[in-house]
T-cell receptor, first 115, second 115 residues
């Protein structure tokens, strides 16, 4: 069984400030972890993924995430927010082996960027 | 361009009038899936297909049907739509269910309103 919890349905930051979107997971087997971004009126697109290589993963648009097994976390960060980062962000987990490979998505976090 | 194409983007219909939302992918992906997105609930899986002629229920299959007669197409059928099926629908595909490190490619979404 697996689950994903995204803390905070909305996160508000000022332009230029640090972005931190939290994702905690539970999984009975080693997980693969993903972040997706959904811009207004668009589908989701893959931002970055952790697949058991480096624990610090870099994605598109300056985002990165760090896999911390001891904390069962995969938080998404960006040093300096841009207005164009305003979007909905989804964390997802898939088991790396055994059982069902169907991913489980978090409920999403809406990032609001103020000028 | 590799993509998942959904049609229509917007649809308003009346209760009980059968409708089909089409989904097509050009990446030769084995795995396809339908999700609905509702405020505060995130993405919930409706149905998925591991390959041609192989489909299975997701978390919220009631009131929906699917078929997978060809690898590229995975239509979603609402035989008798009801207002509680008003939602934003996404089709997604992935290389295969077993390729757990592979992300999803999503369509642009279909916003359905049932009155």
């Amino acid at each position: 069984a697996q689950s994903v919890t995204q803390l905070g349905s909305h996160v508000s930051v000022s332009e230029g400030a640090l972005v931190l979107l939290r994702c905690n997971y539970s999984s009975s087997v080693p997980p693969y972890l993903f972040w997706y971004v959904q811009y207004p009126n668009q589908g989701l697109q893959l931002l970055l993924k952790y697949t058991s290589a480096a624990t610090l993963v870099k994605g598109i648009n300056g985002f990165e995430a760090e896999f911390k097994k001891s904390e069962t976390s995969f938080h998404l960060t960006k040093p300096s927010a841009h207005m164009s980062d305003a979007a909905e962000y989804f964390c997802a987990v898939r088991p790396a082996s055994g059982g069902s490979y169907i991913p489980t998505f978090g409920r999403g976090t809406s990032l609001i960027v103020h000028p | 361009e590799a993509q998942v194409t959904q049609n229509p983007r917007y649809l308003i219909t009346v209760t009980g009038k059968k409708l089909t939302v089409t989904c097509s992918q050009n990446m030769n992906h084995e795995y396809m899936s339908w999700y609905r997105q509702d405020p505060g609930l995130g993405l919930r899986q409706i149905y998925y297909s591991m390959n041609v002629e192989v489909t299975d229920k997701g978390d919220v299959p009631e009131g929906y049907k699917v078929s997978r007669k060809e690898k590229r197409n995975f239509p979603l059928i609402l035989e008798s739509p009801s207002p509680n099926q008003t939602s934003l629908y996404f089709c997604a595909s992935s290389l295969s269910l077993a390729a757990a490190n592979y992300g999803y490619t999503f369509g642009s979404g279909t916003r359905l309103t049932v009155v």
